[in-house]
């Protein structure tokens, strides 16, 4: 049974910074792409970053330059570092393998 478990969420000043991670079990995570992707209330669930079984990262471009995807395949775990963060980043964040999908962490950005 494949298991991924966010964690790292929580509440940060504009300009602040979170680094969330996923871990997974289950399954043989050095094999295969992880992704994080993000559902604010009211909208659909949106790719946030992507990163290869081979380390090739891509980001969505309302992140390029600010967040940051990363993986440890001795962990089996996926990091996204989050930095100058905005109010507009305040959405649940889920971590993605395939087709299996974390619980979500919330993230809230807010003075």
């Known amino acids: 049974q494949v298991q991924l478990v966010e964690s790292g969420g929580g509440l940060v000043q504009p300009g602040g910074s979170l680094k969330l991670s996923c871990v997974v079990s289950g399954t043989i995570f050095s094999i295969y792409a992880m992704a994080w992707y993000r559902q604010a209330p009211g909208n659909r669930r949106e790719v946030v970053a992507r990163i290869t079984n081979d380390y090739k990262t891509t980001y969505a471009d309302f992140v390029k330059g600010r967040f940051t995807i990363s993986r440890d395949n001795a962990k089996n775990t996926v990091y996204l570092q989050m930095n100058s963060l905005k109010p507009e980043d305040t959405a649940v964040y889920y971590c993605?393998?395939?087709?299996?999908w974390g619980q979500g962490t919330q993230v809230t950005v807010s003075s």
């Open positions: 993605n393998s395939n087709t299996e």
